[in-house]
T-cell receptor, first 112, second 114 residues
Framework: RKEVEQDPGPFNVPEGATVAFNCTYS??????FFWYRQDCRKEPKLLMS???SGNEDGRFTAQLNRASQYISLLIRDSKLSDSATYLC?????????????FGTGTRLQVTL | NAGVTQTPKFQVLKTGQSMTLQCAQD?????MSWYRQDPGMGLRLIHY???????DQGEVPNGYNVSRSTTEDFPLRLLSAAPSQTSVYFC?????????????FGPGTRLTVL
């Protein structure tokens, strides 16, 4: 079983739609969680951290369920510019450093 | 600030050749790392460093060497390139700590080994 699992998609949605991505992780000792965005042939960039209480940044809402080891990302009112691959990232702290484990990503294509 | 820079952007090697991928950051980050990204595999950690003079292996270190003589630079050396090392390589840096630290990635190096 992969440490971090995501549905690879692609998710094809029309502009204005709401779309949700899910991610599960296997290491119950994982301590921090992130969503990164990666545009085609570009580097990953941090979209948002994910907190236990859930957090929102504009049209983006992230949720964490530690008991189920499940992370989600909700995008409301999708824009063409949201088309990208969304990477779920789990951080497990070991000694002085952290181990980041990346999911393979979920591809989103927003269309007119 | 330039952030994280990587050179070259593209490289084609023949099997058995060696080369060094360069990575530099100007944010005074203690933590630097190298990942490779392959289709269907996600990013996998090759080597990382928590400060000058300190390096350690990640998930897929075989065939690669690193050194960290300064805070700014973290080169990745391919000792004898193999077709299995065809990939996109990303360097990343962040402050050292146990908290919610954002990783800053360089633009990547696309390597093809023939």
């Amino acid at each position: 079983r992969k440490e971090v699992e995501q549905d690879p998609g692609p998710f094809n949605v029309p502009e204005g739609a709401t779309v949700a991505f899910n991610c599960t992780y296997s290491n119950s000792a994982s301590q921090s969680f992130f969503w990164y965005r990666q545009d085609c042939r570009k580097e990953p960039k941090l979209l948002m951290s994910v907190y236990s209480s859930g957090n929102e940044d504009g049209r983006f809402t992230a949720q964490l369920n530690r008991a189920s080891q499940y992370i989600s990302l909700l995008i409301r009112d999708s824009k063409l510019s949201d088309s990208a691959t969304y990477l779920c990232v789990v951080n497990t702290h070991t000694g002085t450093a952290s181990k980041l484990t990346f999911g393979t990503g979920t591809r989103l294509q927003v269309t007119l | 600030n330039a952030g994280v820079t990587q050179t070259p952007k593209f490289q084609v090697l023949k099997t058995g050749q060696s080369m060094t991928l360069q990575c530099a950051q100007d944010m005074n980050h203690e933590y630097m790392s190298w990942y490779r990204q392959d289709p269907g595999m996600g990013l996998r950690l090759i080597h990382y460093s928590v400060g000058a003079g300190i390096t350690d292996q990640g998930e897929v270190p075989n065939g690669y060497n690193v050194s960290r003589s300064t805070t700014e630079d973290f080169p990745l050396r391919l000792l004898s390139a193999a077709p299995s090392q065809t990939s996109v390589y990303f360097c990343a840096s962040s402050p050292l700590g146990r908290g919610q630290n954002e990783q800053f990635f360089g633009p990547g190096t696309r390597l093809t080994v023939l």
